[in-house]
């Protein structure tokens, strides 16, 4: 079982920018990619990015551009930078960790992203 624990969200004017951390209590190294999903009120959970054990990633067109995911094995983190925020960026965004890629295992509890206009 492993945890992981998201944090940096908040309250941020648009243009502005913010990163988040997604913490694991285990090795991510052992997953076959960690990503970024996100959940707007009355929307369904879309992904954001992926960023594979290799260090490939993929981006939603929505935010081609904007946001780079990272990873720090050593540190067993994933981060999101967020840059250029748009009032549509708002919502709760989440961590996971892929056992298999694309299928998510394990997920974080969340941390809310507001972008005012």
């Known amino acids: 079982q492993v945890q992981l624990v998201e944090s940096g969200g908040g309250l941020v004017q648009t243009g502005g920018s913010l990163r988040l951390s997604c913490a694991a209590s285990?090795?991510?190294?052992?997953?076959?990619?960690m990503g970024w999903y996100r959940q707007a009120p009355g929307k369904q959970r879309e992904l954001v990015t992926r960023i594979t054990r290799g260090g490939s990633t993929n981006y939603a067109d929505s935010v081609k551009g904007r946001f780079t995911i990272s990873r720090d094995n050593a540190k067993n983190t994933v981060y999101l930078q967020m840059s250029s925020l748009k009032p549509e960026d708002t919502a709760v965004y989440y961590c996971?960790?892929?056992?298999?890629?694309?299928?998510?295992?394990?997920w974080g509890q969340g941390t809310q992203v507001t972008v005012s206009p």
């Open positions: 996971d960790a892929e056992q298999y890629y694309g299928r998510p295992t394990y």
């Open positions: 285990g090795s991510i190294f052992t997953f076959d990619a």
